[in-house]
């Protein structure tokens, strides 16, 4: 079985100072990983994901995430915080190797509420 | 091209009651998944069709069902609506068969049950 972890509910922060969203998973095999976004009252949006190679993957609006296979983390950061990237945030997890119908299907965490602060 | 679309986008329901939702994905995009989000449990899998068949399901009692057409739009059904059902439904589709992961998400169905 596939799992993820957003350890926080709710992060807050500074406009202009650094960002970091928490996020590990748990796969049998070698993962998938994706960061999602949904603004109020929308559906979710694609930011970035990992499927191999440079464990920094860069994504929209100035978002990166790290991958580290060691503590099965998959951070999202921002070097600076806009007002305008306060929202809910996902993380997904896909076992690279599954190829039965429950390992196709993303796997998503509770999400992560950002606000950034004026 | 236009993305996922979903209908109805509010709807309203009382215990007891029937509801379905529907779903057209990316023009030429096969599979459809249905997630449920509900207030504090992140997205919930439901159901993935692919190619006109249901080829997963989550972890949702058989009151929830679904279908998908010959032109790869779905529908969602859910009988006997309890209240716990009130939530905001998703569909989503992939680029294509190899599915990477990348999922397009529609705006979502939210179903209030009263």
């Known amino acids: 079985a596939q799992s993820v972890a957003q350890p926080e509910d709710q992060v807050n922060v500074a406009e202009g100072n650094p960002l970091t969203v928490k996020c590990t998973y748990s796969?049998?095999?070698?993962?998938?990983l994706f960061w999602y976004v949904q603004y109020p009252n929308r559906g979710l949006q694609f930011l970035l994901k990992?499927?191999?190679?440079?464990?920094l993957v860069k994504g929209s609006y100035g978002f990166e995430a790290e991958f580290n296979k060691s503590q099965t983390s998959f951070h999202l950061k921002k070097p600076s915080a806009l007002v305008s990237d306060s929202a809910l945030y996902f993380c997904?997890?896909?076992?690279?190797?599954?190829?039965?119908?429950?390992?196709?299907?993303?796997?998503f965490g509770s999400g992560t509420q950002l606000t950034v602060l004026p | 091209e236009a993305g996922v679309t979903q209908s109805p986008t509010h709807l309203i329901k009382t215990r007891g009651q029937q509801v379905t939702l529907r779903c057209s994905p990316i023009s030429g995009h096969t599979s459809v998944y249905w997630y449920q989000q509900a207030l504090g449990l992140g997205l919930q899998f439901l159901l993935w069709y692919d190619e006109g068949e249901e080829r997963n399901r989550g972890n949702f009692p058989p009151r929830f069902s679904g279908r998908q057409f010959p032109n790869y739009s779905s529908e969602l059904n859910v009988n006997a609506l309890e209240l716990e059902d009130s939530a905001l439904y998703l569909c989503a589709s992939p680029p294509g068969r190899a599915n990477t992961g990348e999922l397009f998400f529609g705006e979502g169905s939210r179903l209030t049950v009263l």
């Open positions: 997904a997890v896909r076992d690279k190797t599954g190829s039965s119908g429950s390992a196709r299907q993303l796997t």
């Open positions: 796969v049998s095999g070698n993962p998938y």
């Open positions: 990992y499927i191999t190679g440079d464990n």
